[in-house]
């Protein structure tokens, strides 16, 4: 909004040039988005702990959650949303198509996880929405994502696989896109949701996947850095930069309340919509292996509970002391904040990876 405004008003006020810059309006969503969660976070935290809006914790986790967590309000994915949706409508070119594929995979998911937050407190349950319509919806949320995509998108490599390490190595998808496509909005969606367990574990793998996609889709958008790096150039991508920067200043606020000892859970509200933003921003900016290497915790979280699930239902033994992997280490007797903490740093490496990929063809 701010920036239609200002571009209307360049040729009287020459320096509202400025705000033409990516960088500038990234900055400026990313502030936006921090200032408004900080706003809007205490006033929302007391609401949603006076009309008791808190999931049931799990009984067969480890027992000190049942202890410390219960109580803990949760939905406080609406707040980072709030954060989002301030700094793309206020910095973001409304023009740009990406921009509105990414604000619906963002509230339509968001949407689908307040639902289920919803359910398991009416429910008074850790489980919500049934697995198989949580997936069901998820799937159609991400066709309809895809559609609008493919009709508004003027990109001719939308059903390129671009390969990193290799300069040259594309495989067309041909229609296989689209199952592709779904396949990494909806996992990505629930790969953030199975790592949100603990105080802070996700929100900052979040930031920290965010902030590489924020570098990646503007060189990806300029045409001299993606020919230096030998990347596919996307016109019209760079716009992304401005949604991956408030998702960083969205999740960096909410770090403020959500630091252990956790003042509100972002819940499925946040990681449902999380995820399924952080997969759609690698679709469009074609950087979607890079997604898994960069969010390689996330990956790994996803693994450990497939594994779990296999080997139980193949032998009837679990190989994780408890699923997903997090858990599996506080039950081994690490401390919350020291697996939270490990699982930072296997995040920050992971994000140097995936940015050293840019470079090394």
Known sequence: MLF???????????????????????????????????????PLINFFSSKQIHNPIREDGPSDHIIRKIGTPTMGGLIILLGVFSGVLLWGDLSNPYNWFLIFIAASFGLLGAYDDYKKIKLKSSNGISSKLKFSLQI??????????????NSDQINN?????????????????????????????????LTD?????????????AACFAFISYVSGNIIFSDYLQIAYIEGVGEASIFCGSIIGACLGFLWFNAP??????GDTGSLSLGGSLGAVGIIT????????????????????????????????????????????????????????????????????????????
């Open 4 to 42: 239609e405004l200002f571009s209307i008003l360049v040729d009287q006020f020459s320096f509202l040039n400025v705000f033409k810059y990516l960088t500038v309006r990234t900055g400026l969503s990313m502030f936006t988005a921090m200032v408004v969660v900080f706003l809007v976070g205490n």
């Open 140 to 153: 159609i949320l991400a066709l309809i994502g895809i559609f609008i995509l493919y009709i508004t998108s």
């Open 161 to 193: 696989l671009y390969f990193p390490f290799f300069k040259n190595l594309v495989i067309n998808l041909g229609w296989f896109f689209i199952p592709f496509y779904m396949f990494i909005l909806v996992g990505a969606s629930n790969a953030v949701n």
């Open 197 to 209: 367990g603990l105080d802070g574990l996700a929100t900052v793998p979040v930031m920290l996947v």
């Open 261 to 266: 000892p956790a003042k509100i859970f972002m």
């Open 286 to 361: 074609k950087h979607e292996i890079v997604l898994a290497i960069t969010g390689g915790l996330f990956v790994l979280e996803a693994v450990s509970v497939i594994v779990q699930v296999i080997s139980y239902k193949l032998t009837g033994k679990r190989i994780f002391k408890m699923a997903p992997i997090h858990h599996h280490f506080e039950k081994k007797g690490w401390p919350e904040s020291t697996v939270v903490i490990r699982f930072w740093i296997i995040s920050i490496i992971l994000a140097m990876i995936g940015l050293a990929t840019l470079k090394l063809r």
